[in-house]
Each structure stands twice: as C-alpha cells, then as structure tokens.
C-alpha cells in the first residue's frame, strides 16, 4: 500500500511516497533554511507563503522520484499539528484536494507521533524492523522535548516534557548568544568540535522525582557568561552547553527506561541527529537505543507517511471537514 505524505509544520515543504508504512520510496524535502537564516528563526507568515509557492512541486517530484502515478497511490497522510496554523492549513489543504479528486483516504496525523514513526523507515533492499513494545521514546526539537512510554501502536503516555524552552530551541538561543549562525543545533556542534578539551561547566536543570526538563536557566547561564568576559571562548561554552543539554536527556530516559522496564528505547526529532547525543546515549543504553537516519531527524514527510499507514491499518481516517490543530497534544 503506498501512502502519500506532506509535511509543512514548519519551515520544511515535504512530499513523499511510503509503501507498507516503512518502504521509502521518495522523501522530497524543499528546505527554507536559507531564507529564515537572516532573521535568526523562522518567520511564520514566510514560512506560510514559501509552502505555497512550493507544495506542487515537491509533491510532483515524490511522484517522479517514486516512478509512480496517481493511481498508485491508496491514501494520503499529512501533518494537522502541532506547529504553525498558517504552515499546516497549507498541508492540510493539498491533501484534501488530493483526497477529493483521487476518491481515497485523508489521513490527518499528529507531527510529533510522527517522529517517533521515523525510526522504522527503511530504504529499497533494507529490511524492516518491528517495533519492540513497550517501548521508551525522547523526542527532542525545536519545539518539543518529551518522554514518552509507547506501549503499543497508537498508545501513548507522556511521563516528562519540557517546562519552558524545547531543546532544539535553546540550542537555537544559545548560538545566537554566542554568534553563531542559526540553525544552532548544529552550529554549535561543530563549535564544539572545535574546543579540544577545553569545556566551560554550565549548570544542569535537575528538576528532581519528574521526568519534566527545562532548559531556559541554562540559556540564562551562557548569556552570563558572554557578558561577564571581553573574550569569549566561544568553543568552550559551546561544549558545555551542548554537555549539559545532553547530560539531562540522558539521564532522564534511562531512569525512565529502568523504571518502567522499556524494552526499547527511541530518539527522535532534529536534536536527534547530534552526535554527541548519539554518543552519550550509546553509552548509556547499548543496542537498546536506536536513531533515525540523518535525514529523517528533521522535519519530512516519509515519517507523515508513516503514521498514515498506521492508522490505515487500524481504519482510521479522517473526513474532508478535518481542521488544523496547532497545539494538538499526543498524549495527556
């Protein structure tokens, strides 16, 4: 069965074709990096804009990518939340006039579920992997940091989120207070890289007997540190910074993993895709920890797919008078 994805929750125009839920058989993805880097952060009503002028197009190039027609696709999946309302109506909106004029499923899928789905997708003459229940999964981006328990597709328990600012979000703010150019997430990575040795301690919110994180004090402590010193080491405090970020997300999900006994545990959404997270939580965890590819950690319409052929399964699908929900939770 091939699902159609879309993504626009965001910054990031995404069309591709998913077969089975997990065979990947186009992942377009048509960035608007380069436009927002100017601003320091996306700016909604261009984001909003720019997913116009580019919907069409991608769609039509996963199709080509595909080597498939209309009529070898059984449904579309797009992202209805959360995120930007005027980005999503974009999505939502092609993938009802897909639905209409095609005569097949609309499915309205939740953004951040969707993460979690990324890593199960495969490429051509990879093979696919069940997921091993129950199942731990961090999803860290630029909007959300969460742990959340997955005891079965579909059924979900947040245990811990962020009280204030999202990960990927203070890395954003952190490498704007050091100079560095946005996205931060990887800016300061490779700032980091960069210190040989050298690491300026930065304090760890512990938020002690919850599995909630807050990230906010530690933006706070590096912009203490910028103000206090003529000659700032950027490399360094960009080690701490990303030290501290990491150290707290690992210790929260394996206390997590021990306590409620996860067979498996998960990581997803663009802070994902850090490599000293990676590093730490392999640690930590061994082989019971596993990523999504590179290219699946930030936003893509593969993982909307994904989730699409879940709810197909299940037969879920959601009506033409389905609406946006910017702030739509996953789990209570």
């Known amino acids: ?21 997990t065979l990947v058989l186009a992942n377009v993805v048509a960035s608007q990096i380069e436009i927002h880097r100017r601003f320091g952060g996306v700016v909604p009503e261009i984001a909003s804009r720019q997913h116009v002028l580019t919907i069409l197009p991608t769609i039509e190039e996963a199709l080509a990518q595909a080597r498939l027609g209309w009529e070898d696709i059984d449904a579309v999946a797009v992202a209805r939340g959360p995120g930007l309302v005027g980005a999503l109506l974009v999505g939502v909106n092609a993938a009802k006039g897909v639905a209409w004029s095609r005569g097949i499923p609309l499915l309205g899928v939740n953004h ?19 997921p091993a229940f129950p199942l731990l999964c961090l999803v860290v981006s630029g909007g959300h ?32 207070i050091l100079g560095l150019p946005y996205p931060g997430g990887p800016a300061i990575q490779t700032a980091s890289a960069a210190a040989d040795g050298r690491e300026v301690v930065l304090p760890r919110a512990e938020l002690r007997a919850t599995y909630d994180f807050s990230f906010s004090g ?58 000293r997270l990676r590093e730490r939580m392999g640690q930590a965890l061994g082989d019971r920890v ?7 950690c930030t936003d893509n319409a593969a993982m909307i797919a994904g989730v699409g052929y879940q709810q197909l399964r299940r037969g879920e699908a959601s009506g033409l008078d389905m609406d946006v929900d910017p702030g739509l939770d996953l789990a209570a």
């Open 218 to 275: 530690l933006k706070t402590a590096v912009q203490r540190v910028v103000r206090g010193s003529e000659d700032v080491d950027v490399p360094a405090v960009a080690r701490g910074f990303q030290e501290s970020v990491t150290d707290i997300l690992v210790r929260k999900t394996v206390a997590a993993a021990e306590t409620y006994g996860a067979a498996q545990v998960l990581v997803a959404g663009g802070v994902a895709a850090n490599a």
């Open 145 to 176: 940091t969460e742990l959340v328990l997955m005891r079965d597709h579909g059924r979900y328990e947040r245990l811990g989120r962020t009280l204030d600012d999202a990960a990927g979000e203070a890395f954003d703010k952190a490498a704007r």
């Open 290 to 296: 596993r990523f999504p590819r590179l290219e699946y």
């Open 112 to 130: 951040i579920e969707a993460h979690i789905y990324a890593n199960w997708l495969v490429s051509p003459g990879e093979p696919a992997q069940e």
């Open 1 to 21: 069965m091939n699902v159609l994805g879309l993504e626009t929750s965001c910054d990031e125009t995404g069309a591709a074709v998913v077969s089975d839920g």
